[in-house]
């Protein structure tokens, strides 16, 4: 096998691909609108160009309809195993850090500039987000 021509070169090309035009989306999106509505138009977006690299770029399949609908269906399925906790036995320390931020509820508090959540409080003088990290103003 030729360098540059499996299907193992293709894959990490497309991701790349992929991972780049959505951080530039996400950038572009959220100067404009709140950062949980932008992060979720770049997710489903990411998806849909995950589907059409795959398909055609990498595993050049060039799949119909049925398999279009049913692409996001496996991601729709990954997020409720990871919002219900993971695997069975799995340990809350070996979850990743966005698992780890959602297992634990935010705070009541005013709402966050950085990303909407009524989650700042008052803590060791400073403005601090419990649901994204976001330091405010301290003093």
């Known amino acids: 096998m030729k360098l540059g021509t499996g299907s193992f070169f293709r894959f990490a090309v497309g991701g790349g691909i992929n991972t780049v035009l959505t951080y530039l989306l996400f950038l572009l999106l959220s100067a404009f609108m709140p950062y949980v509505i932008a ?11 995950s589907y059409v690299i795959n398909s055609f770029f990498v595993f050049r399949t060039g799949r119909g309809w049925k398999a279009m609908i049913r692409f996001p269906i ?29 297992a634990v509820p935010p705070a009541t508090g005013t709402k966050c500039p950085e990303c909407g959540a009524r989650a700042m409080i008052r803590k060791d003088g400073c403005d601090f987000c419990t649901r994204c990290g976001h330091l405010g103003s301290c003093g």
């Open 39 to 49: 992060y979720t138009i770049t997710y489903i977006a990411g998806i849909a160009l």
């Open 74 to 102: 496996a991601y729709a399925v990954q997020q409720l195993i990871v919002r219900r906790g993971g695997a069975a036995g799995a340990a809350q320390d070996d979850a990743p850090p966005s698992v780890a931020i959602d």
